[in-house]
């Protein structure tokens, strides 16, 4: 007690220096954390992700896309459960601006069971399964723009040429907080009908088929038995787990992801540097003292303990800080990106994984730092300590 009393002491003696070292280690660690944060929402598509759900998608690339056709064939292939499939539409909502959120045609009947994640009301599904013109909306994406049930919403194609309109019937909430609540579903038949009368050339194709299989541990079979059953086709397939195909989305942007780390460890070396010369100029400035405490009697042990007590409790208070910091600091980052945020990073939080990291740099910080004053008040031999007197 009366140990941890002289470092609170030691600790408040340049009251100046030290909360200027703690607001500096807070600012450094809340950059930290919002880094992580960042990197930890470019990869929320993959937290996402399920083990038993396949991606099969055109093997030249995703802008190719597969024949309708295709689908009673992978259903009929063994360890496949289920098979739903998808189109990008690609629409313009309002202006180019307002129209970054993903928009997908979807099977209806078969969307929801493959993505029980996106909970939707029984109500709201069956409603939606019925009308043809009827779309459904995430969350996030209906509060973005105040839609409601019922309400009607125009488009302008870009890829699928024409005007196209929409009735909201569903809007559905993510089971987990890791769910993109920021999605467009709409019926992929409206979409194929009208292609029908419009741009024949364009109909009967989807995106890309989700296929769910019946053990997960099959996953890499029943994909191997896919691709192989559509070789040397006009439009060959490429399967892989829903956890690659959103990873390979990442791999575009990985250059970025590279820069953010190492910039995330500059922070934590500038820390150290700053904590560093703080403790370093603490050490100079009482090696009297410390001879004069082994004189009385004083061993190492109390000055290890009094000057790493002291560098953890500056580093401890900033890092403190720094995660209170970061939470204002994701909710200021979030609305200056505005309406791209949505498209970009579907889910934005502080994790609390985060928060355990930025607390452990801090600790990892402080120790770091005393490493070296508690060395030179250890050597350091009290006649030497004793000539700075006076």
């Known amino acids: 007690m009366e140990l941890f009393r002289l470092i609170l002491k030691n600790t408040l003696r340049h009251p100046l220096r030290s909360i ?18 960042v990197i930890g929402a470019w990869y929320s598509g993959v937290d996402a992700s399920a083990p038993n759900r396949l991606i099969t998608r055109n093997a030249v690339s995703l802008g190719f896309s597969l024949p309708l056709s295709y689908r009673e064939a992978i259903r009929g292939i063994p360890g496949v459960a289920d098979v739903s499939y998808a189109s990008w539409f690609g629409g313009i909502y309002i202006d180019e601006k307002h129209s970054q959120f993903p928009q997908f045609a979807v099977d209806a009947t078969t969307w929801y069971e493959i993505y029980p994640e996106f909970q939707l009301p029984p109500e709201q599904e069956a409603v939606f399964k019925q009308q043809r013109n009827a779309a459904v909306a995430g969350r996030k994406l209906a509060e973005r723009f105040s839609w409601k049930v019922g309400d009607t919403i125009q488009m302008r194609g870009m890829i699928f040429p024409g005007e196209w309109e929409f009735v909201i019937r569903g809007i559905y909430t993510g089971e987990r907080k890791s769910t993109d609540e920021t999605q467009f579903h709409f019926h992929y038949q409206y979409l194929d009908e009208k292609l029908r009368q419009t741009a024949p050339f364009q109909a009967g194709n989807v995106g890309w088929y989700v296929v769910k299989v019946q053990n997960p541990k099959q996953a890499a079979e029943v994909a191997e038995a896919i691709d192989r059953r559509f070789k040397n086709s006009l439009a060959e397939t490429l399967t892989e787990t829903e956890r690659a195909f959103v990873l390979g989305f990442i791999s575009m942007s990985e250059t970025i992801l590279v820069a953010l780390r190492i910039i995330s460890m500059v922070i934590i070396g500038v820390i150290l540097l700053v904590l560093s010369n703080t403790m370093a100029m603490t050490a100079r400035e009482r090696l009297s003292e410390y001879a004069v405490l082994k004189t009385l009697g004083f061993g190492a042990r109390h000055l290890i303990v ?18 209170l910091i970061t939470y204002p600091a994701a909710n200021g980052f979030e609305r200056a ?12 939080d502080v994790a609390t994984s985060t928060q355990i990291i930025c607390a452990l740099m801090a600790v990892i910080v402080g120790l770091a730092a005393s490493a070296f004053p508690t060395w030179r008040a250890v050597q350091v031999r009290i006649v030497d300590g004793l000539r700075r007197v006076g």
């Open 20 to 37: 200027l070292t703690v607001f500096g280690i807070a600012i450094a660690i809340s950059a930290f954390g919002l880094i992580r944060t």
């Open 306 to 323: 009094l000057i790493i007590g002291e560098s953890l409790l500056i580093a401890l208070t900033g890092g403190l800080l720094g995660i």
């Open 337 to 348: 990106m505005g309406d791209a945020m949505g498209a970009i990073f579907p889910a934005f």
